[in-house]
């Protein structure tokens, strides 16, 4: 197991140097994954090890589920194999070996030694280059071993609990997407884009205005509720006067979302970067942990989609969207203002989009083209459940979500979104209508 | 003056050089999905993926010769279209649309994955596979010659001139095919498809027809691509390029043979024009650095490319030589 880096840093955000997926690999894995941590900053905290002169690699033996690991042989040799020093790791987990002067050593840790439950996630050594006068941290990956046998069905809780987290996001931003399509006919290219403004206007409150995260999102999604009527007013209702039929007006989003896309890019940049929250630790509920932002993300997810179907069940302008939906000339006969209803479906979509966009952000930083990448998991959640329909868009994005994660048991973190999309293309062989769509709908 | 000059010469090179015979070839591909048979392909870059990947793969890891892997690709795109095309031409234009730009993505996703490695060779990609076609070359390819105006190193203009030759031949293809019955049919299918049906013909396998001729072609253009560049890295083939193709094709002029070879010529000068003039404009302080940078350059040209397709659909759909009535753009 090779790192690219030696600094360490708490072991929740070492996720990089275990698993160097691109963007995709997720926070899941960060809790699952435990890292012996060795930091310059740590060790000064023990006082008799690290104070001693000279040249010395230091190191933290700990995870996060087992807590500091005591009593772990770790043996330093020269580059030619000549033992230097063997230590035991302390309560702490933290160990120290004076070195005899500058130069490439080897560290190993037996891992005979590792408690019930935690394995090396490589090689149970690492070579470390140590220049003069530094005490030189020294990280070997380890893992809770839940991916091995034994441990399987913790991890798939896990990766139940993260998937329902993820599920309810994908269902938040594709409620709107599915509404807007139901009243307008609209396949809307362009809705990824209204989650990554959620995110990045929420991101340049919160990181560059210095207001809290939940005003900042409140700001976002006004902000995602105004650009979602923006859509409506500038450009989806003059073309449906226009009379532009639905593939030009899909293309039309296309241009749209590439427009918008790019733009963020100029705007933000490549990079990404999260916003200033209170990281906190993993809590353990047993069969699973999850963090405080996780279990918050959860619990508004599921409180606002309540109150989204509470809204489509019993207001006055809830019934009307679904009247729309089904059937808008019968609709509009029945003296339903279609177009105010549009417009409100496009206020709503916008709005939840942007929050779902935070969400997002919260669990995997915010990046210029994470909409984009959530739009097609939003499709298959929208096809899978029928597109169209509100409720379909809730369970069929669920089910994505906990499908992607899930997969991850069997198949590598980084290829995790082909499955879902994958698993569109099975939907579409088996039941193309969806699970609560009518047969009509798919022409 | 003089650097205005040389901004048309570059661009200029830029719609006659390997990238533009790329999306003229894709939007060929498109052409004859869309434009006539109303298929909403929005996967073209993955047939274009597996063509670079096929050589790439075949000659750089598998140690076969070029043409083998010519052959690769395009049995890779065939497999492909067949996949894509299964579950989704009985339903919807746009669950056709869905599925492929997934695809798109999750081909994308999967060749730069870190487990798909050792074949693809993940983010950094495979080079070193063009050596046998650059060596066909009937000149010498290190050399430099100009041409009006442009610079074009022996390699390039040899692979301008086969993909050019490739891009001829795809179009008499397409020209033969729709004066055939094949061709009246499939058109007949863009208009409507329950007439079609009650004539006796089986519609799946005319639409299947066209998403495979439509892929081979957009293989095709991704060999051309990367034999062009030397290199075949996943990242390079990016979603957005199906959408800059469409939009060769809405500028050229759906529904026509040459609409799609004329679009990606004046979309890829445009765009190269638009690059180089911005760079100069920045460079010489007219547009001011904190408004643009030179670094944003590379992304405005998405950002044109959207508005683009969105000013020519609302108002122009039929591009330069479209034909209005002909131009399908309703759903079914």
Redesign the interface.
Known sequence: MTHPSATAGPPGRSRSAIR???G?AHRVMLRLLLVLVAATGLAVLVPGIASAEGEQVIGTLQTSRSGPIEGVEVTVTTAAGDEVDSVASDEDGRWAVELPGPGDYVVTIDDGDLPEGVELAGADNRAVTVAEGRREPVIIGLEDGSRGGGGGTVRAVQLLVDGIRFGLLIAMAAVGLSLIFGTT?L?N?AHGELVTIGAIVAWYVNVSGGVPLIPATIIAMIAGAGIGALNELALWRP?RR?G?????A???S??????????I??VYGGRSSPYQVATGRAVDYGAFTLTNRALVSIVVSVVVLVLVALMLQRTKIGKAMRAVSDNRDLAASSGIDVNRVILVVWMMGGALAALGGVLLGLSDQVQWDMGF?LL?LM??GV?LGG?GTAYGALVGSLIVGVFVQMSTLV??N??K??GG??L??VI??IR?QGILGSRA??? | MGDLLDAVAVALKAGLGFQAIFFALLAIGINVQFGYAGLLNFGQIAFALLGGFGIAISVSQWGLPFWVGVIVGLVAAVVLALLLGLPTLRLRADYLAIATIATAEGLRLLFRSVSATPVTNGTRGLSAFNGDFIALAPWATNARYRLLGTSWSGGELWVAVVGWVVVVLACLLVFALMRSPWGRVLKSIREDEDAVRSLGKNVYVYKMQALVLGGILGALGGMVYAVGTGSAVPDQYQNANTFLAYAALILGGAARVLGPVIGSIVLLFILQFADTGLRLLIDNGIIPEGLLSATDVAQIRFVLVGIGLMLLLVFRPQGIFGDRREVMLDAR
């Open positions: 160097p997926g691109p995709t006919g396949t290219f073309l226009r532009t039929g639905l593939i030009a899909l293309v039309v296309i241009g749209l979302s590439l427009l918008l896309r790019y733009l890019q100029i990448r097609l499709f298959a096809t597109l198949i590598p980084d290829v979104y082909v999309l994958l569109l293309i579409l062989v193309p709908r798919i022409g």
